[in-house]
Protein backbone atom coordinates (compact mmCIF):
# COMPACT_ATOMS: atom_id res chain seq x y z
CA UNK A 1 0.00 0.00 0.00
CA UNK A 2 0.56 3.51 -0.01
CA UNK A 3 -0.76 5.54 2.92
CA UNK A 4 1.83 8.10 3.37
CA UNK A 5 4.18 10.47 1.06
CA UNK A 6 5.88 13.51 0.90
CA UNK A 7 5.80 16.64 -0.74
CA UNK A 8 7.83 19.68 0.11
CA UNK A 9 8.20 21.54 -3.22
CA UNK A 10 7.60 25.24 -3.70
CA UNK A 11 4.74 25.84 -5.81
CA UNK A 12 6.47 27.62 -8.47
CA UNK A 13 7.93 24.60 -8.98
CA UNK A 14 4.74 22.37 -8.91
CA UNK A 15 3.57 24.81 -11.64
CA UNK A 16 6.59 25.10 -14.02
CA UNK A 17 7.10 21.12 -13.84
CA UNK A 18 3.04 20.45 -14.64
CA UNK A 19 2.45 23.24 -16.63
CA UNK A 20 -0.21 23.68 -14.55
CA UNK A 21 -1.87 27.16 -12.33
CA UNK A 22 -3.06 26.78 -8.64
CA UNK A 23 -6.72 26.87 -8.06
CA UNK A 24 -6.14 28.23 -4.50
CA UNK A 25 -4.96 31.36 -2.63
CA UNK A 26 -3.24 29.19 0.70
CA UNK A 27 0.38 29.17 0.54
CA UNK A 28 1.61 25.32 0.36
CA UNK A 29 3.46 24.96 2.96
CA UNK A 30 5.98 22.06 3.12
CA UNK A 31 4.24 18.47 4.01
CA UNK A 32 6.56 15.74 5.52
CA UNK A 33 4.11 12.77 6.39
CA UNK A 34 0.90 13.38 4.34
CA UNK A 35 -1.46 10.88 5.91
CA UNK A 36 -5.18 9.57 5.17
CA UNK A 37 -7.41 12.70 6.01
CA UNK A 38 -5.24 16.06 4.96
CA UNK A 39 -5.32 17.95 2.00
CA UNK A 40 -2.57 17.07 -0.82
CA UNK A 41 -2.41 18.28 -4.39
CA UNK A 42 -3.30 16.75 -7.35
CA UNK A 43 -4.10 17.46 -10.77
CA UNK A 44 -7.68 16.39 -11.89
CA UNK A 45 -8.87 15.44 -15.13
CA UNK A 46 -11.69 17.58 -15.11
CA UNK A 47 -9.39 20.89 -15.38
CA UNK A 48 -6.13 19.17 -16.22
CA UNK A 49 -4.55 22.68 -16.36
CA UNK A 50 -5.37 22.94 -12.65
CA UNK A 51 -3.69 22.44 -9.48
CA UNK A 52 -6.23 21.54 -6.38
CA UNK A 53 -6.51 20.24 -3.49
CA UNK A 54 -8.17 17.56 -2.62
CA UNK A 55 -8.49 15.23 0.54
CA UNK A 56 -6.59 11.90 0.78
CA UNK A 57 -8.79 9.05 1.22
CA UNK A 58 -11.39 8.72 -1.43
CA UNK A 59 -15.24 7.97 -0.85
CA UNK A 60 -17.35 6.66 -3.46
CA UNK A 61 -20.25 9.27 -4.80
CA UNK A 62 -22.54 6.22 -3.42
CA UNK A 63 -21.12 5.90 -0.15
CA UNK A 64 -23.62 6.48 2.76
CA UNK A 65 -20.69 7.35 5.07
CA UNK A 66 -17.62 8.85 4.78
CA UNK A 67 -15.86 5.33 4.94
CA UNK A 68 -12.50 6.12 2.78
CA UNK A 69 -9.97 4.26 0.33
CA UNK A 70 -6.57 5.40 0.22
CA UNK A 71 -5.00 3.35 -2.46
CA UNK A 72 -7.02 1.01 -5.32
CA UNK A 73 -5.31 -2.27 -6.59
CA UNK A 74 -4.49 -1.98 -10.17
CA UNK A 75 -5.51 -5.73 -10.39
CA UNK A 76 -8.85 -5.38 -8.15
CA UNK A 77 -9.68 -8.99 -6.82
CA UNK A 78 -6.80 -11.21 -8.98
CA UNK A 79 -3.50 -11.21 -7.72
CA UNK A 80 -4.63 -11.65 -3.97
CA UNK A 81 -1.35 -13.02 -3.14
CA UNK A 82 0.54 -9.55 -4.82
CA UNK A 83 2.71 -11.83 -6.86
CA UNK A 84 5.50 -9.48 -8.17
CA UNK A 85 5.43 -11.30 -11.89
CA UNK A 86 1.67 -11.07 -12.55
CA UNK A 87 0.84 -9.78 -15.89
CA UNK A 88 -2.67 -10.40 -15.49
CA UNK A 89 -6.14 -8.39 -15.74
CA UNK A 90 -6.59 -4.88 -14.08
CA UNK A 91 -9.87 -5.72 -12.04
CA UNK A 92 -9.41 -2.37 -11.26
CA UNK A 93 -12.31 -1.80 -13.75
CA UNK A 94 -14.36 -3.85 -12.18
CA UNK A 95 -14.36 -3.07 -8.81
CA UNK A 96 -17.59 -1.06 -7.56
CA UNK A 97 -15.68 2.10 -5.64
CA UNK A 98 -13.28 2.62 -8.69
CA UNK A 99 -14.89 1.10 -12.05
CA UNK A 100 -16.21 4.73 -12.38
CA UNK A 101 -13.64 6.99 -11.42
CA UNK A 102 -11.18 5.19 -13.26
CA UNK A 103 -13.31 5.47 -16.58
CA UNK A 104 -13.57 9.26 -16.05
CA UNK A 105 -11.94 10.34 -12.44
CA UNK A 106 -7.93 9.91 -12.69
CA UNK A 107 -6.11 12.56 -11.15
CA UNK A 108 -1.58 12.83 -11.00
CA UNK A 109 -0.94 12.79 -7.43
CA UNK A 110 1.94 15.27 -6.43
CA UNK A 111 5.30 13.67 -4.49
CA UNK A 112 8.51 14.11 -3.80
CA UNK A 113 9.05 11.00 -2.20
CA UNK A 114 6.83 8.08 -0.41
CA UNK A 115 6.98 6.39 2.88
CA UNK A 116 7.13 2.58 3.00
CA UNK A 117 6.72 -0.19 5.70
CA UNK A 118 8.40 -3.47 5.37
CA UNK A 119 5.28 -6.36 5.22
CA UNK A 120 5.73 -7.50 8.55
CA UNK A 121 6.26 -4.99 10.66
CA UNK A 122 4.50 -1.87 8.85
CA UNK A 123 5.23 1.91 9.71
CA UNK A 124 7.03 0.40 12.77
CA UNK A 125 10.34 0.11 10.32
CA UNK A 126 9.78 2.93 7.39
CA UNK A 127 11.62 3.82 4.35
CA UNK A 128 11.70 6.93 2.79
CA UNK A 129 11.58 5.69 -1.12
CA UNK A 130 12.60 8.47 -3.73
CA UNK A 131 13.57 8.94 -7.46
CA UNK A 132 17.27 9.38 -8.76
CA UNK A 133 18.93 11.87 -10.38
CA UNK A 134 17.32 14.46 -8.27
CA UNK A 135 13.58 13.35 -10.35
CA UNK A 136 10.75 15.62 -8.45
CA UNK A 137 8.59 16.41 -7.92
CA UNK A 138 6.58 13.85 -9.59
CA UNK A 139 3.43 12.22 -10.27
CA UNK A 140 1.50 8.79 -9.11
CA UNK A 141 -1.64 7.79 -10.39
CA UNK A 142 -4.37 8.40 -8.79
CA UNK A 143 -8.82 8.71 -8.94
CA UNK A 144 -11.12 10.80 -7.26
CA UNK A 145 -14.44 11.21 -6.50
CA UNK A 146 -17.22 13.81 -5.01
CA UNK A 147 -18.73 13.06 -2.20
CA UNK A 148 -21.69 15.06 -0.71
CA UNK A 149 -22.19 14.37 3.48
CA UNK A 150 -26.21 13.04 3.58
CA UNK A 151 -26.55 14.78 6.95
CA UNK A 152 -24.23 18.26 6.34
CA UNK A 153 -24.72 18.70 2.42
CA UNK A 154 -20.66 19.42 2.17
CA UNK A 155 -19.20 18.48 -0.61
CA UNK A 156 -16.37 16.16 -0.45
CA UNK A 157 -13.44 15.81 -2.90
CA UNK A 158 -11.08 13.29 -2.50
CA UNK A 159 -8.35 10.92 -3.92
CA UNK A 160 -7.43 7.91 -3.73
CA UNK A 161 -3.30 6.27 -4.97
CA UNK A 162 -3.29 3.37 -7.30
CA UNK A 163 -1.15 0.64 -6.37
CA UNK A 164 0.48 -2.39 -8.14
CA UNK A 165 2.96 -4.84 -7.31
CA UNK A 166 6.71 -4.33 -5.77
CA UNK A 167 9.44 -3.75 -8.01
CA UNK A 168 12.97 -5.02 -7.20
CA UNK A 169 13.93 -1.84 -4.97
CA UNK A 170 10.29 -2.55 -2.86
CA UNK A 171 10.72 -6.51 -2.36
CA UNK A 172 14.56 -5.29 -0.57
CA UNK A 173 12.83 -3.66 1.87
CA UNK A 174 10.62 -6.12 2.06
CA UNK A 175 7.06 -4.61 1.05
CA UNK A 176 5.07 -6.34 -1.78
CA UNK A 177 3.34 -3.25 -3.51
CA UNK A 178 3.81 -0.03 -4.21
CA UNK A 179 2.30 3.57 -5.82
CA UNK A 180 2.00 3.56 -9.50
CA UNK A 181 4.48 5.99 -10.52
CA UNK A 182 4.06 7.64 -14.15
CA UNK A 183 6.76 8.91 -16.09
CA UNK A 184 6.21 12.46 -17.49
CA UNK A 185 5.54 10.94 -21.03
CA UNK A 186 2.61 8.87 -19.46
CA UNK A 187 1.11 12.02 -17.30
CA UNK A 188 -1.12 13.97 -20.22
CA UNK A 189 -1.94 10.21 -21.21
CA UNK A 190 -3.49 9.30 -18.36
CA UNK A 191 -5.41 12.63 -17.57
CA UNK A 192 -6.60 12.35 -20.99
CA UNK A 193 -10.22 10.83 -21.07
CA UNK A 194 -10.54 9.95 -25.16
CA UNK A 195 -7.74 7.50 -24.57
CA UNK A 196 -9.35 3.90 -24.57
CA UNK A 197 -9.45 1.95 -20.67
CA UNK A 198 -6.98 -0.66 -21.96
CA UNK A 199 -4.58 1.77 -22.94
CA UNK A 200 -4.52 3.35 -19.39
CA UNK A 201 -4.39 -0.12 -18.00
CA UNK A 202 -1.76 -0.51 -19.67
CA UNK A 203 0.48 2.42 -17.30
CA UNK A 204 -0.91 0.27 -14.48
CA UNK A 205 3.10 -0.99 -13.78
CA UNK A 206 5.79 -1.19 -11.35
CA UNK A 207 8.34 1.81 -12.08
CA UNK A 208 11.67 0.88 -13.48
CA UNK A 209 13.40 -0.12 -9.71
CA UNK A 210 16.98 1.52 -11.52
CA UNK A 211 15.76 4.64 -11.24
CA UNK A 212 15.06 4.78 -7.21
CA UNK A 213 16.16 4.32 -3.74
CA UNK A 214 15.47 3.93 -0.11
CA UNK A 215 16.30 4.60 3.37
CA UNK A 216 15.19 3.99 6.75
CA UNK A 217 13.98 6.55 9.05
CA UNK A 218 12.81 6.55 12.40
CA UNK A 219 9.04 4.67 13.05
CA UNK A 220 7.12 8.44 14.31
CA UNK A 221 6.22 9.24 10.99
CA UNK A 222 3.64 6.60 12.11
CA UNK A 223 1.31 9.12 13.84
CA UNK A 224 -0.97 11.09 11.43
CA UNK A 225 -0.31 13.79 13.60
CA UNK A 226 3.51 14.12 13.30
CA UNK A 227 5.30 16.43 10.55
CA UNK A 228 8.55 18.13 10.33
CA UNK A 229 12.00 17.73 8.48
CA UNK A 230 13.11 15.85 11.44
CA UNK A 231 10.48 12.62 10.58
CA UNK A 232 12.89 11.82 7.17
CA UNK A 233 16.01 11.77 8.86
CA UNK A 234 18.04 8.74 7.77
CA UNK A 235 19.08 6.46 10.83
CA UNK A 236 20.96 3.96 8.41
CA UNK A 237 22.59 4.02 4.40
CA UNK A 238 20.27 3.78 1.72
CA UNK A 239 19.34 0.54 0.21
CA UNK A 240 21.79 0.76 -2.87
CA UNK A 241 24.70 2.40 -3.01
CA UNK A 242 25.04 5.74 -3.95
CA UNK A 243 28.34 8.08 -4.91
CA UNK A 244 29.02 11.07 -2.45
CA UNK A 245 24.99 10.89 -0.89
CA UNK A 246 24.70 13.61 1.64
CA UNK A 247 21.38 12.58 2.55
CA UNK A 248 20.86 16.15 4.52
CA UNK A 249 21.74 18.46 1.57
CA UNK A 250 19.71 16.40 -0.25
CA UNK A 251 16.80 16.49 1.15
CA UNK A 252 17.33 20.18 1.62
CA UNK A 253 17.61 20.51 -2.05
CA UNK A 254 13.82 18.94 -2.64
CA UNK A 255 12.64 23.09 -2.23
CA UNK A 256 11.20 22.03 1.51
CA UNK A 257 11.21 25.52 2.57
CA UNK A 258 11.54 26.31 5.91
CA UNK A 259 11.28 23.14 8.10
CA UNK A 260 9.95 24.86 11.26
CA UNK A 261 6.76 24.92 9.14
CA UNK A 262 4.22 22.67 10.27
CA UNK A 263 0.41 21.92 9.35
CA UNK A 264 -2.00 22.13 11.89
CA UNK A 265 -4.87 19.88 10.36
CA UNK A 266 -3.43 16.56 11.52
CA UNK A 267 -6.55 13.86 11.40
CA UNK A 268 -6.26 12.49 15.03
CA UNK A 269 -6.33 8.25 14.44
CA UNK A 270 -9.53 7.55 14.80
CA UNK A 271 -10.11 10.04 12.37
CA UNK A 272 -8.45 7.55 9.76
CA UNK A 273 -11.20 5.78 8.02
CA UNK A 274 -8.99 3.51 5.62
CA UNK A 275 -9.74 0.15 3.71
CA UNK A 276 -6.75 -1.28 3.76
CA UNK A 277 -7.94 -4.06 2.05
CA UNK A 278 -8.23 -2.30 -1.10
CA UNK A 279 -4.50 -1.24 -1.07
Not at 81 to 96: C, L, M, R, T
Not at 186 to 213: V, Y
Not at 256 to 275: A, L, V, Y
Request: aromatic fraction near 8%.
Amino acid sequence: MCGRYILVQKLENIEKRFNVRAAFDAPLKPQYNIAPGRLAPVIASNNPHQLQLLRFGMTPYWSKTDKFFINARAEGEHNLDNSPNYKGAKGIIEKPAFRKPIRSQRCLVIADAFIEGTTEERLNKPFVIYLRNKIRPFAMAGIWDEWINPQTGEKIRSFAIITTVANELLLKLPHQRMPVILSPSDERKWLDLRLPLSDITALLKPFDASLMNAYPISPLIKSPKADGADLIEPIGPPLLPEENLQVKSYLQSLGMGNPKQHFSDHPTENEISSNESSS
